[in-house]
């Protein structure tokens, strides 16, 4: 891909440089490198401004008929070698449309001012820490120098794309039949879903002030690696929004790992809460659907009735022992002779609510918690401390794809282009038309015998409907 002779002309060229630093003397190993990698990212940068401006006259040398260079302008990039100032021709047709050969050519995104490896490196950064301190990082780097704002708008964009990709792969699973690829087949696979309340900033009076992080991780199984056991194939989701947009998008994100059309079992962990345990109405009839209570809620539940905590140990034993009924019938006479605390009743009826889902033989879950508070609450709890609901669902969804291997997606030329942009080309194609005698608004409305099939979405009906649907459809030859 590059060229050997002009890589070692270069490479002596630099030497010679880096020489000349070295025998000015005065300088530390540490300053040495900081200098070299000064001036050589500044040669870097020159550099790529003149081999984009070299393409930029390749590509305007010789112009369809029709096309014309409409003007020349400056630009700059913030990139991670530091700003890239070059020039690029802008064309225009005769019927007024307009193009920039090399922005097409390269796929850069309409106004972008950070290149497209810069901003990955600060959705990446700005994902983990704080957005000042990942700007700081590109720049410690010997990147470009960037605010925090821009670190902040290119984090909501990539969590903006995130939430339009996830919402379009539940779409494409739930209401058309079209899986995910997914390639890994088995027959089991374990499901845990919990929520974790991040703060929100500046809400009004009377409105909450936190908002929930709904999580879900699924994994094949657990192996031990040394004093840990590690779960296998691990996919997460995690976003800020309602139950009926979140299951079909987590499902969703299953079967981006897992293989649906090979699953048979989904052991699936929750605390009890409603919308958790409502996930396995989103599973196909075919596969079943084993509910557990994550045991550290039954645990910290059962310890939190008595002032003595070996009352609340003894519980656990009765519980862990499989006498679950056993475990009520003595917290329901605790309470009775005024030996449990004021909130002991609530957790009699917890328990109860879900004596069901209490030991029930299985796998081992129970992660949930410890994912948590390491994926989501590490970074949105701290730094900073309070979210706008946008930014924490984009915050979730990143971490989430990021501690699942899935790459966030990237910024595209035809996906950036503003409705402004698309309104004022659909207009310049408009003015084209009429002043060759053709009217765009005198076209026909269709082609065709106008028909087109009903069409409904069951995204959020019961899993027998859209089982059932899936099945109408010849959704049945997927394996769905």
Same mark, same amino acid.
């Given at each position: 891909m590059g060229n050997s002779t002009a890589s070692a002309a270069a490479e002596a060229a630099m030497a010679d440089i880096f020489t000349g630093m070295l025998m000015s003397g005065g300088?530390?190993?540490?300053?040495?490198?900081?200098?070299?990698?000064?001036?050589?990212?500044?040669?870097?940068?020159?550099?790529?401004?003149? !081999?984009?401006e070299r393409l930029d006259a390749a590509l305007c040398a010789e112009l369809p008929s029709g096309l014309s260079v409409h003007d020349v302008r400056e630009r700059s990039l913030a990139t991670v070698v530091g700003d890239v100032s070059f020039r690029w021709r802008r064309l225009r047709a005769r019927g007024g449309g307009a193009c920039?050969?090399?922005?097409?050519?390269?796929?850069?995104?309409?106004?972008?001012?950070?290149?497209?490896?810069?901003?990955?490196?600060?959705?990446?950064?700005?994902?983990?820490?704080?957005?000042?301190?990942?700007?700081?990082?590109?720049?410690r780097a010997g990147g470009s120098r960037v605010s925090a704002k821009t670190v902040m708008a290119a984090v909501h964009a990539a969590g903006e794309r995130c939430a339009e990709e996830d919402a379009r792969a539940a779409r494409d699973?739930?209401?058309?039949?079209?899986?995910?690829?997914?390639?890994?087949?088995?027959? +089991? &696979?374990?499901?845990?879903?919990?929520?974790?309340? &991040?703060?929100? +900033?500046?809400?009004?009076?009377?409105?909450?002030?936190?908002?929930?992080?709904?999580?879900?991780?699924a994994y094949s199984g657990k192996v031990v690696r040394g004093r840990k056991a590690a779960r296998e194939r691990c996919v997460r989701h995690g976003?800020?929004?309602?139950?009926?947009?979140?299951?079909?998008?987590?499902?969703? !994100?299953?079967?981006?790992?897992?293989?649906?059309s090979a699953l048979e079992r989904v052991h699936l962990g929750t605390d009890g809460e409603g919308w958790?345990?409502?996930?396995?109405?989103?599973?196909?009839?075919?596969?079943?659907?084993?509910?557990?209570?994550d045991p550290f809620h039954v645990n910290r539940a059962l310890l939190s009735c008595f002032d003595d905590?070996?009352?609340?140990?003894?519980? &656990?034993? &009765?519980?862990?022992?499989?006498?679950?009924?056993?475990?009520?019938a003595l917290l329901e006479a605790c309470i009775d002779m005024g030996l449990a605390r004021k909130g002991a009743p609530r957790v009699l009826a917890y328990l109860r609510r879900n004596a069901d889902l209490i030991a029930v033989d299985g796998p081992s879950l129970g992660t949930m918690e410890s994912e948590n508070q390491h994926l989501y609450k590490s970074r949105m709890a701290s730094v900073p401390c309070a979210w706008s609901r946008p930014g924490a669902s984009h915050m979730a969804r990143l971490r989430s794809r990021?501690?699942?291997?899935?790459?966030?997606?990237?910024?595209?030329?035809?996906?950036?282009?503003t409705p402004l942009r698309r309104r004022r080309d659909e207009g310049r194609e408009t003015a084209a038309l009429e002043r060759r005698g053709l009217s765009a608004t005198g076209c026909p409305p269709r082609v065709g015998s106008g028909y087109e099939p009903p069409r409904a979405s069951v995204a959020s009906s019961s899993g027998?409907?859209?089982?059932?649907? !899936?099945v109408d459809s010849g959704m049945a030859g997927t394996g769905w």
């Open positions: 300088l530390t190993f540490a300053s040495f490198e900081r200098s070299a990698l000064t001036e050589g990212h500044a040669i870097m940068a020159r550099a790529m401004g003149r !081999a984009l920039v050969p090399l922005a097409d050519e390269l796929g850069l995104p309409w106004g972008a001012r950070v290149s497209p490896a810069a901003e990955e490196l600060l959705v990446e950064a700005g994902a983990e820490v704080s957005y000042a301190a990942a700007a700081g990082l590109l720049a699973l739930f209401d058309l039949g079209i899986k995910p690829g997914g390639r890994t087949a088995a027959a +089991q &696979v374990c499901v845990e879903a919990d929520g974790t309340w &991040v703060a929100l +900033q500046g809400t009004a009076p009377g409105e909450p002030s936190k908002v929930e992080i709904k999580a879900m991780a976003c800020a929004c309602a139950p009926g947009e979140f299951w079909p998008e987590a499902v969703a !994100a299953i079967g981006s790992e897992f293989d649906l958790c345990k409502r996930g396995g109405a989103y599973f196909p009839l075919r596969v079943e659907v084993v509910g557990h209570l905590a070996a009352m609340g140990r003894r519980l &656990v034993e &009765v519980v862990n022992d499989g006498g679950k009924e056993a475990a009520a990021r501690a699942s291997g899935r790459a966030v997606p990237p910024r595209t030329r035809a996906g950036s282009a027998e409907v859209r089982y059932a649907a !899936a």
